[in-house]
């Protein structure tokens, strides 16, 4: 598993979001153009808020996109959170030689954005669940 290093300016994004939803961040990745917020297991709907009222709120406050994820110690489960976006409907671990594998199927309609321009998005999913899980390959089908 990666390990995680969070910087000052997205410690600061972490309080500001704690705060508006009272919930726990387990983990923060950001890019350039969005935050992705881990919240604990349990704590989705909290986190997103009524109508989806802190996403909004938070998208304001930073101007980026903002993603919550679920954590879940099933690498199963948090594979598909982390892919929620793209709607899952399955995700399969193989071992291949000494790496952790995993194929994600999701929606056809939004595998290209799930893969994202240049393989951005599944790069970043891959970093996120590598960060908490041990599997090192992630691929969309």
Same mark, same amino acid.
Request: with cysteine; aromatic share 4%.
């Given at each position: ?15 500001? @979001? ?18 992705? @917020?881990? #919240? ?6 909290? /986190? ?25 110690? *099933? &690498? $199963?489960? @948090?594979?598909?959170?982390? @892919?929620? &976006?793209?709607? &899952? ?12 594998? /995993?194929? #994600?199927? #999701?929606?056809?309609?939004?595998? /290209?954005? /799930? $893969?994202?321009r240049e393989g951005r998005n599944l790069?970043?999913a891959r970093d996120m669940i590598n960060?908490?899980? *041990? $599997?090192?390959?992630?691929? #969309?089908?």
């Amino acid at each position: 598993m990666g390990e995680i290093v969070l910087d000052n300016q997205t410690l600061l994004h972490i309080k500001l @979001f704690e705060q508006l939803t009272r919930t726990t961040i387990k983990d923060c990745v950001e890019t350039s153009d969005r935050m992705i @917020f881990v #919240v604990k297991q349990g704590q989705i709907s909290k /986190a997103v808020g009524q109508k989806g009222e802190n996403v909004s709120k938070l998208r304001k406050k930073i101007n980026k996109t903002i993603q919550i994820v679920e954590y879940s110690d *099933d &690498p $199963i489960e @948090f594979v598909k959170s982390v @892919f929620h &976006p793209y709607e &899952p409907e399955g995700v399969e671990l193989e071992q291949r030689g000494n790496l952790l594998h /995993a194929t #994600v199927k #999701v929606n056809p309609l939004l595998k /290209a954005k /799930a $893969i994202g321009r240049e393989g951005r998005n599944l790069k970043i999913a891959r970093d996120m669940i590598n960060r908490h899980h *041990d $599997i090192q390959s992630v691929s #969309v089908a």
